[in-house]
């Protein structure tokens, strides 16, 4: 019913079946047979067919009009509130470091999404340490980051394997730094301990697309994970302390039922 009093207001509205058609993104032979039900519904004419495009309500159709405006507003305040009342949404935060959040979050956020539950997820990007601290306050329900941390209060869960390479212009003396606290940062200190290295030329940047994006306009180099790098930036390979894992980390305080539950297959579907 809620159908037909639909396009009659629209015909009533526009005096024409072609143009309430168009409104209503139907076809006029549609519009027709909604009328023609209401008619037949009421047993009167409501509009008359004066031969050309235009229509013309019947008194019946004018009481009428007033009457299925009315009975729409109730219908749709009837909906407003169903909508306002219904089970609140889920918050669910999740804090990813910046390599995890462009490489790992895109094979695991489809599955969060395909989850039979009212989840309002809110993504929130920092380094490592930011996460794991995060985390510790009750602030974000998962983390994904590129550090092992060990910490009591938080259960840690390997989910990808990761190298890392040297990469840019090999030659030149510049070098971009990660901050301090994120996982690529611990791994560029640990090279330059390595090679015996103090550069005096280097920048840090909080941000691993800005690095990268400055190491494909041939600007200084880098270390970086070879699955953020793009096929035209030169990279070298190094040893095998440089590969590393990407770890999910969630606190082991209760949580939403349904959020622990989803963590919990999520560590199931895609762990190592």
Do not use: C
Not at 32 to 58: A, C, K, Y
Not at 76 to 103: L, Y
Not at 114 to 127: C, G, L, R, S, W
Not at 237 to 264: A, G, Q, V
Request: proline share 4%.
């Amino acid at each position: 019913m809620f159908r037909l009093l639909t396009t009659f207001i629209t015909v009533y509205e526009t005096k024409n079946f072609s143009n309430a058609a168009r409104q209503l993104f139907i076809s006029q032979p549609t519009v027709s047979n909604h009328i023609q039900q209401l008619e037949n519904h009421f047993d009167t004419q409501l509009f008359i067919r004066n031969g050309h495009s235009e229509v013309v309500p019947t008194e019946i159709a004018r009481r009428i009009y007033d009457k299925a405006l009315k009975i729409m507003a109730d219908w749709e305040a009837v909906e407003q509130d169903v909508r306002t009342h219904s089970e609140p949404k889920i918050p669910f935060k999740i804090a990813v470091s910046h390599t995890t959040g462009a490489i790992y979050l895109p094979k695991i956020l489809p599955f969060i999404l395909a989850q039979n539950a009212n989840f309002d997820i809110e993504i929130q990007m920092h380094n490592s340490d930011q996460v794991l601290e995060l985390l510790s306050q009750h602030q974000i329900d998962m983390g994904l980051i590129e550090k092992p941390i060990v910490n009591n209060n938080v259960a840690s869960h390997i989910m990808m394997h990761d190298q890392l390479v040297l990469a840019g212009d090999l030659g030149n003396n510049l070098w971009l730094v990660r901050e301090a606290g994120s996982g690529v940062y611990h791994f560029t200190q640990q090279y330059f301990k390595a090679n015996h290295l103090r550069p005096e030329k280097q920048v840090t940047i909080a941000n691993n697309d800005i690095i990268v994006a400055l190491l494909a306009a041939g600007i200084g180099k880098s270390i970086v994970s070879i699955n953020a790098l793009p096929k035209n930036i030169p990279y070298q390979e190094l040893d095998e302390t440089f590969n590393r894992n990407f770890y999910l980390l969630t606190s082991r305080d209760r949580k939403h039922p349904l959020i622990m539950n989803t963590i919990n297959q999520i560590v199931s579907e895609f762990s190592l």
